[in-house]
């Protein structure tokens, strides 16, 4: 099974600033095949269940907001909120896509400091 | 608008047995992949079953396998969970999601299930 591990488990971030939240996988998710990247971003409020936010790595969904960027490749893996918004406290957590079973990252916990 | 409504959650003793349903609206749910994640309380996502558009290809998280069994049903726009043999450890919200393919775009807002005595 493909092992993800995030981290921070939380991080507090003032309004506007910078939060980075990374992944890594235990082996690598990047296909020979199509040379893509098979790990995806979900953000869950509380109460309400995940919505993705990003797939192949790095493809922002229709109305995620461009303060969103997802980057990296292979077994390490990044997303990053560049502004700090109040609507952006939320739970985080990648996924791998690659293989079954598919797993989760155990989730990164957003707080305005 | 994309609707997944999950039903069928409830209280129910170990050792007992649970069929949870999704009703879909809004998508073209023959073509989509439809799948089962759960949430223990307070704990992160757990994948649970995965089936692919025509219903014969299925697959299983491994402590589920033998237990539950995924299904779908294209003429009424469901999918359904058939969960045995309930464990303590079974206990969370269960979720309905949809995609096209392994991982999903569209999500319901989720069913509890509670196993205990």
């Known amino acids: 099974d493909i092992v993800m591990t995030q981290s921070p488990d939380s991080l507090a971030v003032s309004l506007g600033e910078r939060a980075t939240i990374n992944c890594r996988s235990s082996?690598?998710?990047?296909?020979?095949?199509?040379?893509?990247?098979?790990l995806v971003w979900y953000q869950q409020k509380p109460g309400q269940p995940p919505k993705l936010l990003i797939s192949w790595a790095s493809t922002r969904e229709s109305g995620v907001p461009e303060r969103f960027t997802g980057s990296g490749s292979g077994t390490d893996f990044t997303l990053t909120i560049s502004s700090l918004q109040p609507e952006d406290v939320a739970v985080y957590y990648c996924q791998q896509c690659h293989s079954s079973p598919l797993t989760f990252g155990g989730g990164t916990k957003v707080e305005i400091k | 608008e994309v609707q997944l409504v999950e039903s069928g959650g409830g209280l129910v003793q170990p050792g007992g047995s649970l069929r949870l349903s999704c009703a879909a609206s809004?998508?073209?749910?023959?073509?989509?992949?439809m799948t089962w994640v759960r949430q223990a309380p307070g704990k992160g996502l757990e994948w649970v079953a995965t089936?692919?558009?025509?219903?014969?290809?299925?697959y299983y998280v491994d402590s589920v396998k033998g237990r539950f069994t995924v299904s779908r049903d294209n003429a009424k726009n469901s999918q359904y969970l058939q969960m045995n043999s309930l464990r303590v450890e079974d206990t969370a919200v269960y979720f309905c999601?949809?995609?096209?393919?392994?991982?999903?775009?569209?999500w319901g807002q989720g069913t509890p299930v509670t196993v205990s005595s």
């Open positions: 999601a949809g995609g096209w393919g392994w991982f999903w775009d569209s």
């Open positions: 809004g998508i073209t749910f023959k073509n989509y992949w």
């Open positions: 089936i692919k558009q025509d219903g014969d290809n299925k």
């Open positions: 082996q690598s998710i990047l296909s020979s095949s199509d040379n893509k990247n098979y």
